[in-house]
């Protein structure tokens, strides 16, 4: 027997025939007598149109009211799905935020999660064998008691949070794909699912944009050290023996994997727009010229490269930014050149940006240098590079973006080889 | 200045246009200096669907899991209205059931309020001047924290339970239409609004299916002595006085309605129909032979006539269903003719009841009399009778349903005079 946490996201959860096949997979795992907690979100479409409505409401509004509008979607959610578990046989009901409760920060719209008492789940588990079909992205904050929530993708959080709460053994994720692949297979056929994956690297995953998992609920396992287990919601809950070990992949501590490769995986985006400032001043305080402008405009500025002087008072400065911004960005740039002081502004906006993750990086010497040379060998020129403790980043143009994943994806032996 | 209650129902509120329609009124109100309670119901239509959404994941639903999704219509309400009021430089915020709180019965899907603590809103009005918007229909109950719902048409319970708790000098419920008349204008052009009505008057209004009103908030508005005010929310926000007298209808204490006539108002219903049982037993548990099968099968008696028997053996016992069961409750019947011993069925399925309602009919003599005579003379057969202490009903023919009606309404001096 086991304690088991089950997050299930919106297209899941679309409509009542959906959300009748996760009550079957829950069915499944309470059979094999494990006690369970299931996470929803919203059914697919219904936050959009609340925070549509909020919208309309007024351009600006309260993010108490906003909070209180869209935790409704959750809400209906977890009370379908814990009709159709009883109607299945299962004992289950449903819990909102401020129920059980989940206590957080008063940050509405984005707030973080303080605490969860899970002495209520547990002992119900413990005599009723009860299903907790708890709201995901919600929660109640302890002096105001009003509703709060926890920002898009939160029902992940939830989940993990919950998982910590009540010691759960596996905190699974059900989503559209079955697990993390060594890169978009779409891109490379011979992609892989990674059978575990380190916090670390998934966390840099998550923040390069594959949308997986939302990137603080892989920081709060991580902290609470959490097995997440990301698997596919579209497996028959009849196929699956729920003994055995289902498609997935585990993101657990670095120390659980046994054969840590050195490059898990090969991670990109295209649509991203490169800036160039040449010959900006190199004085304190030009970087908050610059960027202040653009967060002002609510542009995301993502890959930031500077490089050293080399006359000792101007430098070229670059990033990126979403290639759909990158008109309003040199705009705003071109606007404030006299505060900024530069000469020219440099830019493309058909950039793709190409990253390399594991976190034996930290440990072996040479591992982008092998990917450089690669590169130049297919003749792929590098715009800019940057570089964390486990993962680096290339901008190159984006015509070479497939050529340049297929090109790292074997170089670092991450092809299936199996049926080849 | 006065502390009002103010209740939207669906329709009211079925877009954001209307919505801030509804914080139009609010504002009128609260910049004539009044305190202001709002009470919303769910949009038009969404309610119906998250019933439908429960009816479709099980036939036989949890009503504490049908509670939790249905209440969350109105919880999206109460959000959307705070955020147009504040848009409008009004200080408001939205309230659940559970928040305020309002404890009710355990009864999920038909709950009882039990009692509602009105300190936080009355502390707010004084010290912020901050408008109460209040999801209605729902509450939570005490002991196990659950979010109950008051059944359809809750709302109005919510609003003047509310009243009464932070001891409003008015309640207002906003309808389509602009108070009560003393017939349908539809079938009786002459018929006028009544400036007042007693709180029994308006009881049998609502139990003979004039949908202005649930009848619980008549019965909770007449406990608590609650002055209800039924009035249009088509009216523009703008054309009011907040300091005039609108038009509407104040339903209130016999004691506060001075020129109080004899007869108020004729109501009917068409698509009754008529079922008689014929030389049944006069024997005890004989009706609830009869009425038993035909509750389990989920059909609605109404009216029931039975004759003292003549030969001290058998009887004749007369009711009504609505049309649209009465094949249904023949057929039970017919099914149940050995247990329940009797000659024969007859019916129609083409009545209308006639009511004539008015409270003054306590202290006069002869006003039922009066009006069988008027409908012999013009050639209206009366199938069967009822009355009560304030109202009498007939069942007729439903082709005689609008002479019937008009005829009743000219003989007590209901007819408008002023324009004629």
Known sequence: MARLVMKFGG?????????????????????????????????????????????????????????????????????????????????????????????????????????????????????????????????????????????????????????????????????????????????????????KIAFEEMLEYASLGAKVMQVRSVELGMVHNVRIFVRSSFDRPEDIDPHGTPPGTLICNEEDIVEQQVVTGIAFSKDEAQISIRRVQDKPGVAAAIFGPLAEANINVDMIVQNVSADGATTDLTFTVPAADYDRATGVLAKAKDKIGYERLDGANDIAKVSVIGIGMRSHAGVAAKAFRALAERGINIRAITTSEIKFSVLIDAAYTELAVRTLHSLYDLDTVRHS
């Not at 993010?63 to 814990?82: F, N």
């Not at 547990?122 to 299903?131: C, G, P």
């Not at 559209?176 to 892989?192: E, F, L, N, Q």
């Open 11 to 195: 297209t899941s959860v679309a409509d009542i025939e959906r959300i009748r096949n996760v009550a079957r997979h829950v069915k499944r795992e309470v059979g094999a007598g494990h006690e369970v907690a299931v996470i929803v979100s919203a059914m697919a479409g219904k936050t959009n149109e609340l925070v549509a409505w909020c919208r309309e409401a007024s351009a600006v509004y309260d993010a108490d009211e906003y909070d209180a509008v869209v935790a409704s979607g959750e809400q209906v959610t977890s009370g379908l799905l814990a009709i159709c578990l009883q109607a299945m046989g299962v004992n289950a009901r449903s819990w909102q935020g401020w129920q059980l409760p989940v206590h957080t920060s008063d940050a509405h719209g984005s707030a973080r999660i303080l605490d969860i008492n899970g002495k209520a789940l547990i002992e119900r588990f413990r005599q009723d064998r009860e299903v907790a079909v708890i709201a995901g992205f919600q929660g109640v904050h302890k002096d105001t008691n009003r509703i709060t929530t926890l920002g898009r993708g939160g029902s992940d959080t939830s989940a993990v949070a919950v998982a910590a709460a009540i010691q759960a053994d596996r905190c699974d994720i059900y989503t559209d794909v079955d697990g993390i692949y060594t890169s978009d297979p779409r891109v490379v056929p011979r992609a892989r699912r990674l059978e």
